[in-house]
């Protein structure tokens, strides 16, 4: 059966589909009370499953990078009850945490040990529907239907070990939802990027069980638009690996970008941002604050990013 094309704003709230989710990461600084500089890189995003029992199931996972502290720290909630859909809007809680909003305008609570955040983001870029009008092909994942607010104006408080710290910042937030084959032993990496000439970049790079990239798609984002991007126009190539002493994961470490006219370095801001959630949820990743350098159309840029590593057969 065909998918149909994504609708804003009434494909902001739940759908009835298996696999959905509704992912934030950010790039936040800030003083506290005694004047001391605080960076911090988070992602929060709420998954809803349906078919797994006899009600939806959601999972919140949320995560801090520290990057004064050079510190990382997550956690995550659980619900089985029925989210309320709201007309052209999504409300989301798991235990303590939600967020709540309609991607132009959101709000988000979360916390772990030692970490709380309450933050507003407000659109300054319209969305982008990836693919063809929100739908794209992940190959052996399947077919999804897919959006994201790219440039998100982010305020809040976030309290670090007791100190609030008012914090500003820029935020991404993907929504994306299908028939999504998580359990089929493939796995994907995953890039947004912000970068300091207006420009902002998604890149997804599908690789099967035996690890190679068997499907690669993107989106640029421009002050006149944005423009699909093929598996023949972006690439990828790891600079270094890292091996979790958690769990003995092998996971790429800096990577090299191409682009239509031009080539990108991200590095991550701290190499130990993996998620081991294999005794509740059944998956490991690595989701990490980023930074970027690079060319593009012969001029020097620079930003922000933030990865995601599925690797293949851990989800």
């Known amino acids: 059966m065909a998918v149909p094309p994504v609708q804003l704003a009434a494909d902001e709230a739940p759908h009835h589909d298996a696999v959905e989710w509704w992912y934030f990461n950010g ?135 007791g100190t609030p710290v008012a914090v500003t910042g820029q935020s991404w937030m993907d929504h994306e939802w299908g028939a999504i084959d998580l359990f089929g032993g493939a796995g994907w990496d995953w890039f947004s990027l912000q970068l300091s000439d207006g420009r902002q970049y998604m890149l997804y790079f599908v690789r099967d069980a035996s690890g190679e990239v068997v499907q690669a798609l993107g989106t640029e984002v421009g002050p006149r638009g944005s423009t699909s991007l093929t598996g023949a126009m972006v690439a990828e190539r790891a600079l270094g690996s890292w091996t979790s002493p958690a769990t003995g994961i092998r996971y790429s470490s800096g990577w090299a970008l191409s682009v239509p006219g031009g080539h990108l370095v991200v590095t991550p801001d701290m190499v130990d941002q993996e998620l081991d959630l294999a005794a509740s949820q059944g998956s490991v990743y690595w989701e990490g604050d980023s930074s970027v350098s690079g060319v593009i159309a012969g001029e020097p840029v620079h930003g922000v990013a933030y990865v995601e590593l599925n690797p293949p057969g851990r989800l």
């Open 27 to 161: 790039h936040l600084t800030g003083r506290d009370r005694a004047g001391q500089v605080h960076s911090y890189g988070y992602e929060y995003v709420t998954f809803q499953f349906i078919g797994l029992g006899p009600k939806p199931l959601y999972f919140g996972n949320f995560a801090v990078t520290d990057l004064t502290a050079k510190s990382f720290h997550y956690g995550e909630e659980q619900a089985s009850h029925p989210v309320p859909v709201e007309r052209d809007s999504f409300a989301l809680s798991t235990g303590p945490w939600s967020m709540h909003g309609t991607g132009t305008d959101d709000v988000l609570r979360a916390g772990v040990a030692g970490y709380s955040v309450r933050l507003r983001l407000q659109a300054t870029r319209p969305a982008v529907l990836h693919g063809r009008r929100g739908v794209v092909d992940l190959g052996p994942l399947g077919t999804s239907s897919y959006y994201s607010f790219t440039s998100l104006r982010t305020t809040g408080t976030l309290v670090d070990h």
